[in-house]
């Protein structure tokens, strides 16, 4: 039963919390300061690196559980990875492993029996294996090919049994081995995008102009002779709040908007005759379909507009594109 939470227990509480980051900072300190004393981790990175299959990450209760975020941030960066539980593997997933793939073997004291029984298998195959162990003269740290050691002095936990310091420690150094990995294979921005197409940054890096502009007949244009009021009609019915004026050749030398229509009513009483060349703002800003629509944000910020003209590379009339449009395309 919970004791009744009073200051003394609210002040423990707190002190538990404090020393349990201070304990888990200590040995992610400490792993700092042990990864360069021999070759293991640059073994390792070698390793996945002239792999020609994937990283099969294993690993029993919460070591799984580490293993299964390990394998989804080597899959995000770069390395194809995918997390095999050993029990699993033992009743038909090994199939899943090749003698082209990596096995990064996870246990803190390096005697899981799920992870031992599936080694002899895995190395028959010919697979590599890389071995996560905080007993370096463990049977598993002595079969791998690689061993990275993740020793700790004591777990967080009051007790010294849950798995605490001993899990953050092994996720830091999946988080280490991924990074190095991520830089040694030159992966940028953009291949970040495309394992993230639905997140703000694959949006950002993977929408073209060309997949939000308008086109076709839904893009507002007249010719510099036509009048005012037949442009504003062309404005009306297209619902962009503009229209392109084009030349003969369907290059664009003019763009019309609402906030020109208000200037134009400032200073003209009658505007019946009044042709859209006399009153059509010139050079127009523009962009083109092969853009990213990011770029297309950049303008319309800097020049504070909200409409733009997509054009092809010989400057002809392609498209329209509205900050809406970026807006409901999740660009901005």
């Known amino acids: 039963m919970l004791k009744s939470f009073d200051e003394t227990l609210a002040r423990r509480v707190l002190a538990l919390g404090r020393e349990t980051l201070s304990i888990e900072a200590d040995a992610i300190r400490a792993l700092h300061a042990r990864l360069g004393d021999d070759d293991s981790f640059i073994n390792a990175a070698r390793l996945i690196l002239g792999c020609d299959g994937r990283v099969v990450v294993s690993g029993m209760g919460k070591s799984g559980h580490i293993g299964r975020k390990i394998a989804a941030t080597l899959a995000s960066t770069g390395t194809p990875a995918f997390f095999m539980h050993p029990g699993e593997a033992a009743h038909g997933d090994l199939g899943m492993v090749t003698k082209s793939d990596v096995v990064i073997a996870i246990s803190n004291s390096g005697e899981s029996s799920e992870i031992l029984d599936i080694l002899p298998?895995?190395?028959?195959?010919?697979?590599?294996?890389?071995?996560?162990?905080?007993?370096?003269?463990s049977r598993l740290a002595?079969?791998?090919?690689?061993?990275?050691?993740?020793a700790v002095d004591k777990e967080a936990c009051p007790l010294n049994l849950a798995p605490t310091t001993s899990t953050t420690v092994t996720l830091a150094m999946g988080d280490a081995l991924a990074v190095a990995l991520l830089d040694a294979r030159g992966f940028r921005e953009q291949d970040f995008a495309l394992s993230h197409p639905g997140g703000a940054l694959g949006r950002r890096l993977l929408t073209?102009?060309?997949?939000?502009?308008?086109?076709?007949?839904?893009?507002p244009s007249v010719a510099p002779e036509t009048s005012l009021v037949e442009a504003l009609l062309e404005v009306t019915r297209k619902g962009l709040g503009m229209t392109a004026i084009v030349d003969g050749e369907g290059r664009p030398v003019g763009v019309f908007t609402d906030g020109d229509l208000r200037r134009v009513i400032e200073r003209m009483h009658d505007f019946s005759n009044v042709q859209i060349r006399d009153v059509m703002h010139p050079m127009p800003r523009r962009v083109r379909p092969d853009q990213l629509a990011v770029d297309a944000v950049a303008v319309m910020e800097e020049f504070r507009i909200n409409q733009m003209l997509v054009v092809d590379d010989d400057d002809r009339l392609v498209g329209a594109l509205h900050i809406h449009d970026l807006t409901r395309a999740k660009v901005i």
């Open 121 to 137: 298998a895995v190395k028959r195959l010919g697979a590599r294996v890389i071995a996560m162990t905080g007993k370096p003269a």
């Open 142 to 150: 002595k079969l791998a090919d690689v061993h990275l050691n993740i």
């Open 208 to 219: 073209h102009v060309r997949d939000v502009m308008r086109s076709g007949d839904a893009v």
